[in-house]
């Protein structure tokens, strides 16, 4: 059976430091340690230690392996979306990270592809990134659940979802600058909150702005199950249907009417709520992912979702069917 892991990070072995070349910013560049590891660094800050895997293709190949994925879906790291940076350096960062994922997919065509980040901080930008990322490879891309801290639902981005439908251009929605972070470090809460909540806070503004209503072709995917979105719709639901004059001003249609008309990961950790997503959602809406390399994902790469009781065929949904469908590709490319 066909495995494809949608929803992997990688980045650059060596990339520049951007925040001493554009002179301002806490942009990421890595420093290599003695291990083989190198250090995220944000600007001055220590902000995360990787391993090879993160950007050593062979290894990512190989320990894929041992849970018989052969595909990769593989997209920058969201704390590399800079969309607080001028736009003419996030241009830069953004073609830097798209020309490496692309030279990637073209040597690894059956085990690698693509999704481009974008500058959203400038509409106009994003959109010729989107169409340059398309002519050298990419299927997709993958945005933040806010742009500075502005939801998805603003007049100003609708041309670039248009575009995207336009250009059939795949989204994936990732979480990031988790709202109320400040308040809550302690516990990892806007990993453990904050993320869920992100991503709800980007369906909703997908559904209530109606974008999804004006643009039916845009195939959507929700990172992490759709976070919070899904176990929490009666709520958003009842909301809409008791408060039409706060919720219902852009969009008079439920939010439940599209429920199975986008798509989510598999990153439940919970088969039970695997089950709960699968019966909201439908099984081809459902696509495995893994977050990998980073250790919140799923690193055995749905082994729970092999040991479970779940049908061959609804397996082979999650595994492969629903996100050649999302991606709008063909089994027979990876055969």
Not at 316 to 335: S, V
Request: proline share 4%; with cysteine; glycine share 6%.
């Amino acid at each position: 059976m066909l495995k494809i892991d949608m929803h992997s990070h990688i980045l650059p072995k060596t990339m520049p430091n951007w925040t001493k070349k554009f002179g301002y910013g806490n942009f990421i560049h890595l420093e290599a340690n003695q291990d083989g590891s190198a250090n995220m660094m944000q600007g001055g800050q220590f902000f995360r230690r990787i391993a090879e895997n993160c950007w050593d293709e062979k290894i990512r190949i190989q320990e894929y392996q041992q849970f018989e994925t052969q595909v990769q879906v593989v997209c920058t790291i969201p704390v590399m979306f800079s969309y607080w940076a001028q736009t003419k350096d996030a241009v830069e960062l953004s073609r830097f990270l798209n020309d490496h994922i692309a030279e990637l997919v073209s040597r690894f065509p059956k085990n690698y592809i693509g999704l481009a980040t974008v500058p959203m901080q400038d509409t106009e930008a994003a959109i010729l990134e989107l169409e340059r990322a398309k002519a050298i490879g990419h299927v997709g891309i993958q945005i933040g659940s806010n742009i500075n801290d502005e939801n998805l639902s603003e007049d100003k981005f609708y041309p670039f979802f248009e575009a995207c439908a336009k250009l059939d251009m795949a989204i994936m929605i990732h979480p990031w600058q988790m709202m109320g972070f400040e308040s809550m470090k302690k516990y990892w809460l806007p990993w453990l909150v904050g993320m869920p909540a992100e991503t709800s806070r980007a369906a909703c503004s997908l559904i209530f702005g109606g974008v999804l209503e004006r643009l039916p072709n845009l195939r959507v995917c929700f990172s992490h199950a759709g976070g919070s979105f899904l176990p929490t719709l009666g709520r958003i639901e009842h909301g809409f249907n008791k408060r039409p004059d706060l919720v219902a001003i852009d969009n008079q249609n439920n939010p439940r009417n599209y429920v199975g008309k986008f798509w989510v990961d598999c990153i439940t950790h919970d088969i039970e709520a695997l089950k709960y997503i699968i019966n909201m959602q439908g099984s081809r809406k459902v696509c495995l992912g893994s977050d990998y390399p980073f250790p919140l994902g799923d690193l055995e790469i749905g082994k729970f979702i092999e040991e479970s009781d779940l049908s061959i065929e609804i397996k082979e949904d999650i595994f492969c069917n629903a996100t050649l469908e999302w991606l709008a590709l063909e089994k027979t490319t990876f055969q």
